[in-house]
């Protein structure tokens, strides 16, 4: 996400034509709006997109009881505009309930681009008062992300992804939390709910959406997933959060990047896309999880996190980095 995504027409308060700057007005109280949300035909201005973003997250948080009183929950914070938006967010829809946030960010170890986010992690931890834990691959696995890759068949997203989850749920248990929060969107949830479709892999995709807690696993939430990407990044704008916007250098090799072009070619043709794909997909899971049984997991012989077969992936994929 850029800045010059937030300046398309979709985000301003002022359309231009010649000298002329036609206003565009809330929807709600008549001030100037700040963005214009074709998919649900509202214009907001700014108080009320901000109160109309944090109503939105607590009602997917409660109506998925994602959090219970009492419960202290890891938040995986990478100093990227979603995980920072969504501490903030979570820090305030949950200031009146008892319930402990913990910040963990994960140094995957990438050149010229992680030193940068996990400083605006360190800031925004900082800023909130919230105790802040970091967790490295090197420290954890021995490698750094950037020695993993070179002349491997394995694309980069695949370490990175095993490897974060994996220490993400280590550090969870470490912490004794109850849960682990992570920024995923909108955006990212149609993604990978249409990469499975393309792949035609019903099992990845209904394990996509877990029902059940399973052993060993510390169960992951993700309130923001009905939120778009570009109103995440308005969120941490008019808040004034600093967040790093630049790109992984890896993020360009992956299918998703693809199917992230084709999905905002379809929304800002026809809006809306991104919700229905998410809500299709809710549809299929409810009448169809009953015949994707869910797995028993094992612990990893090598590490003890849990497992389908005998190794854990991180392991399986640290066994092949050593040969
Ligand atoms: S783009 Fe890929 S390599 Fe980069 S941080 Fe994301 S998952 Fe990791
Ligand atoms: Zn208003
Ligand atoms: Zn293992």
């Known amino acids: 996400m850029t800045e010059g995504g937030l300046r398309g027409n979709r985000y301003e308060s002022a359309h231009h034509k010649g000298t002329k700057t036609q206003r565009t007005i809330c929807t709600k109280c008549g001030e100037r709006a700040i963005i214009s949300q074709r998919y649900s035909g509202q214009h907001l201005c700014r108080d009320h997109f901000v109160q109309d973003f944090e109503r939105r997250v607590a009602d997917t948080v409660q109506k998925n009881n994602m959090v219970r009183d009492g419960e202290r929950i890891s938040v995986a914070v990478s100093g990227g505009k979603d995980s920072t938006a969504l501490l903030f967010c979570l820090r305030r829809i949950l200031a009146k309930r008892d319930v402990e946030l913990v910040a963990v960010t994960v140094d995957e170890g990438i050149a010229g681009y992680r030193d940068d986010t996990i400083e605006a992690a360190k800031a925004i931890a900082q800023q909130l008062g919230i105790e802040q834990h970091i967790v490295s691959f090197r420290e954890e696995y021995g490698y750094e992300l950037d020695e993993m890759v070179p002349g491997k068949k394995v694309a980069p997203c695949t370490y990175c992804g095993v490897f974060r989850k994996s220490a993400l749920n280590q550090a969870a248990k470490r912490l004794g939390t109850d849960k682990v929060a992570t920024g995923h969107n909108l955006d990212d949830e149609a993604q990978t709910i249409m990469m499975n479709y393309l792949k035609g892999d019903i099992e990845r995709l209904m394990r996509f959406r877990p029902w059940r807690a399973q052993r060993g696993l510390v169960p992951r939430i993700k309130p923001l997933r009905e939120m778009p990407e570009k109103e995440i990044a308005l969120y941490c704008m ?55 049984a869910q797995m028993e997991l094992a612990a990893c012989k090598e590490c003890g996190e849990p497992c389908v077969k005998v190794l854990c992936k991180a392991c399986e994929l640290l066994e092949s980095l050593k040969n």
Do not use: W
């Open 238 to 292: 008019v808040n004034e959060v600093f967040t790093e916007s630049r790109e992984c250098p890896y993020a360009q090799l992956s299918l998703r990047a693809d199917v992230r072009d084709m999905l905002n070619t379809l929304e800002s043709q026809f809006p809306g896309t991104k919700h229905s794909t998410l809500q299709g997909f809710e549809k299929i899971v409810a009448r169809a999880q009953g015949s994707y």
